[in-house]
């Protein structure tokens, strides 16, 4: 048997701000109603975390609790654990109705790091990035540039971004373009 291999095993751009490929990440899109008793315990079992709020994404380390949609979760964990608690949400939630999918071999991740990383990202999504707008502690699901993402803010000048795994090379390549020096706007 194969092991695993990231999107794009050690990619790195150093610019206006430091772009990299994270490497393996345990990812699991958990739908139903968030509301639910049943839902949040195990929820908040696996992660090690509290719930989120609305557009909130509350991470420790390794684990995490994305909100994505009004009945949607991304539990983020270690790569190799995620089979393990899908089995877990699948025991805790028997007899519900949810969805539990181990997604985290189709996703990649990046890290864009450093003071202009706020930048990078403004030019490539229609989120509000300005800083009363968008801090640590929430997400975005939205686009960069002409393809799905996610990103949220692990620190007050780093973003964690989740994009689908079959366009990393087009997202590493977008963000670098982004942060290079002569590109600088500064803006925020």
Request: hydrophobic letters at 45%; proline letters at 6%.
């Amino acid at each position: 048997m194969s092991e695993p291999q990231s999107a794009l095993p050690g990619a790195a751009f150093t610019g206006a701000a430091q772009i990299t490929e994270t490497g393996l990440r345990g990812m699991i899109t958990l739908k139903g109603d968030l509301s639910a008793t049943k839902l949040k315990n195990i929820a908040k079992k696996v992660s090690g975390v509290d719930m989120p709020e609305k557009r909130g994404a509350n991470i420790k380390g390794d684990n995490g609790l994305c909100w994505m949609a009004p009945d949607e979760l991304l539990i983020l964990c270690p790569h190799m654990d995620a089979p393990t608690i899908v089995t877990q949400i699948d025991k805790a939630l028997k007899g519900t109705h949810y969805l539990a999918v181990n997604v985290s071999d189709a996703r990649a991740v990046f890290r864009v790091d450093g003071q202009g990383a706020r930048e990078v990202l403004a030019k490539l999504t229609p989120a509000d990035l300005h800083p009363d707008s968008f801090g640590p502690g929430e997400i975005r699901r939205t686009r960069l540039a002409q393809v799905p993402a996610a990103f949220w803010m692990t620190g007050p000048q780093t973003f964690e971004i989740v994009c689908f795994r079959s366009v990393a090379q087009y997202v590493f390549d977008l963000l670098s373009n982004a942060a290079k020096i002569q590109a600088q706007v500064d803006y925020f």
